[in-house]
């Protein structure tokens, strides 16, 4: 019998229950909590990542740090193409289907020695062939050509994303389109063409499956790449329901991803007869319960042999999967452990213990501490996170403490990369913002009264941050009529479309075309682009460690598979030397932890490390 002091939880036969949580509060709203917070509490102050050496530097142009210029170039360069999910998404009205956005890549899929891009979009019906096709532009000295339809990259069905990996190890790059509905293969023949490989790859693609992030990597360690998909809501209920507005003079809103039940990830092994194999469950990868997820990266996060795989789900808690120690796969048959632990490893949800609307993955070296954190991008009224690694496998919500809290909150972020702009040998952190449909939002809840107004727009500016000298981040000083305007963004990747070892940009949007951002940021440093292809380890080398000092100046970056949102950066690495004068040294952490060293390495070049080769190539 139910009475007014029936406890919630039966106890009596369960004594490990009787637990006094009168003490435990409500969440309170992310202002409340930012309020609450006192300066001790927020900010453990993170180390400092400006040596001695650029601490001078800085007090000698103090003052003098120059904006970000970037300026979209694409209609000049021959970029002319809506990656958007619909042709009225600046109307009121959108379905949720309609409003993830569309993703792209850089790849040089000719092997000339410039960055090539592939555009996926969608504005069908899933999972129907009813969308404009997507697009292989090829980079000819810095303008970029519509490949012929006969390159293959051309398919019509509901885009999200692109992968691009060497499935079959044959040094041509290879492409998966992830569709809202049959996912498409297309396999590299070396001339510049593609081949639909779907059926002989893939057998059995779903039709009605919603996937969005991509990323090709080794998950056994056996040499050959294998393929992460995520998936977002189940079936296509999402495409026909209609949500109510608040008001009946409103038009629909874009239903919430909650209203829908999330799908599961899949997960495949490539083996050596030339085919992917789903050992989702059979590698104990099918999570309790499935997210909606987004954004993914790949890569080896912890010091040990093996890559994992990070996931940052939409409203659910992100996922952190790892595979047992020093557990390898050899044959078909062989049965991997791999264990969800984003929880206990402090990846799951912020500070608070509450999961985010996650979208988008940067990962990086954020406080040149020699291991590897992320940032993931978040909806609006929550705050873009970044996870630093405290130790082995271990992370921290440390946002308020490098000041990345506040500028993000009114703002729904998308995609975000990492990547020296201005040359002062530090990384840049970017976020492509945009809201999910047209709707105005004022903060003025109870608890944010004596807040100033902040309204959530559909169009929303993109933001830089610079590392402060102190080691926090400070909004970026930025230049060009493009950065000035606020867009819908979506992916959000980097490419050196001009090949002046500068990184650009690539940013698609909801409502006007992709944007090509140039890089026209003075800066005097030596610059460096680096690459590597593994022999023993997959061609990719995804999980490489890569460390390049010269004089006092160190730093360390990661070869990952997926990163930001819907999309595939630049293979190479980009880098700014501010303590160069004419050569660097490298030191390579390969996969399967062989090392090795490069000595004497020129700037203002790019390089090229083969595992086990003694030397590195200059091919410019």
């Not at 399967?592 to 410019?620: C, H, Y």
Request: charged share 25%; with cysteine.
């Amino acid at each position: 019998e139910l009475r007014r002091d029936t406890p919630w939880q039966q106890t009596k036969e369960f004594p490990e229950l009787q637990l006094d949580l009168s003490h435990l509060a409500f969440q309170p709203s992310i202002e409340r909590f930012l309020d609450e917070q006192s300066d001790e509490d927020l900010r453990d102050t993170p180390p400092s990542v400006i040596n001695d050496s650029q601490l001078e530097m800085a007090d000698e142009n103090r003052g003098k740090t120059r904006p970000i210029e970037m300026v979209n170039e694409a209609q000049q360069r021959g970029i002319a193409f809506l990656a958007s999910t619909g042709d009225d998404l600046d109307q009121p009205g959108i379905s949720l289907h309609q409003t993830l956005g569309c993703g792209g890549a850089t790849l040089d899929f000719d092997r000339d020695g410039w960055s090539d891009l592939a555009l996926v979009t969608a504005g069908g019906t899933p999972p129907q062939k009813d969308s404009p096709p997507n697009v292989l532009l090829r980079n000819e000295n810095g303008v970029f050509t519509t490949a012929p339809e006969s390159a293959g990259v051309n398919d019509r069905g509901f885009a999200q994303g692109i992968a691009v990996g060497d499935l079959n190890e044959d040094g041509w790059p290879d492409l998966l389109c992830t569709n809202y509905g049959p996912n498409v293969l297309l396999i590299n023949q070396g001339d510049g063409t593609f081949i639909n490989a779907t059926d002989q790859w893939l057998a059995n693609p779903d039709e009605s499956r919603w996937s969005t992030g991509a990323a090709f990597a080794d998950l056994d360690s056996d040499g050959l790449s294998d393929l992460v998909v995520l998936n977002y809501c189940e079936g296509l209920d999402p495409v026909t329901f209609v949500c109510g507005s608040d008001s009946d003079d409103e038009p629909a809103r874009s239903c919430s991803p909650m209203r829908f039940s999330g799908d599961h990830d899949q997960f495949f092994r490539t083996n050596f007869r030339g085919n992917l194999r789903d050992v989702t469950e059979q590698w104990s990868l099918k999570a309790t319960d499935a997210g909606r997820g987004l954004g993914l990266a790949i890569g080896r996060f912890e010091d040990r042999i093996g890559n994992q795989v990070f996931v940052a789900n939409d409203m659910t808690s992100n996922f952190y999967w790892s595979r047992a120690l020093n557990q390898t796969s050899s044959d078909d048959t062989a049965n991997m452990s791999w264990t969800e632990s984003a929880l206990p490893r402090g990846l799951a949800v912020d500070v608070r213990s509450v999961a985010q609307g996650s979208m988008g993955i940067a990962a990086d070296d954020f406080n040149a501490d020699g291991k590897i954190d992320f940032y993931v991008t978040n909806f609006d009224q929550e705050y873009n996170t970044l996870h630093l690694q405290t130790g082995p496998g271990s992370w921290r919500d440390s946002t308020m403490a490098v000041d990345l809290g506040s500028d993000t909150l009114p703002l729904v972020g998308f995609g975000t990369t990492t990547t020296d702009l201005d040359g002062d040998g530090n990384n840049e952190l970017v976020v492509a913002n945009g809201h999910v449909d047209i709707f105005q939002r004022d903060d003025l809840s109870e608890e944010a009264t004596d807040r100033p107004a902040r309204r959530s727009q559909y169009a929303q500016p993109m933001q830089f941050f610079r590392h402060g000298d102190d080691g926090r981040f400070k909004p970026a000083a930025t230049s060009g009529e493009y950065l000035s305007q606020p867009h819908v963004g979506r992916s959000l990747w980097t490419i050196d479309a001009n090949r002046d070892f500068k990184p650009d940009l690539v940013v698609t949007h909801q409502t006007e075309p992709v944007a090509l951002l140039v890089n026209h940021t003075e800066s005097s440093a030596p610059k460096l682009k680096l690459r590597v292809t593994g022999t023993r380890s997959s061609r990719d080398a995804i999980g490489t460690k890569i460390t390049v000092t010269a004089g006092n100046w160190k730093r360390t970056h990661w070869v990952t598979s997926g990163g930001s949102y819907l999309c595939n950066e630049e293979a190479s690495w980009m880098l700014s030397c501010p303590d160069a004068e004419d050569e660097v040294r490298v030191e390579i952490t390969w996969p399967d932890d062989q090392q090795q060293s490069f000595e004497g390495l020129a700037t203002d070049s790019e390089w090229l490390m083969v595992q086990g080769k003694p030397q590195a190539i200059n091919f410019r």
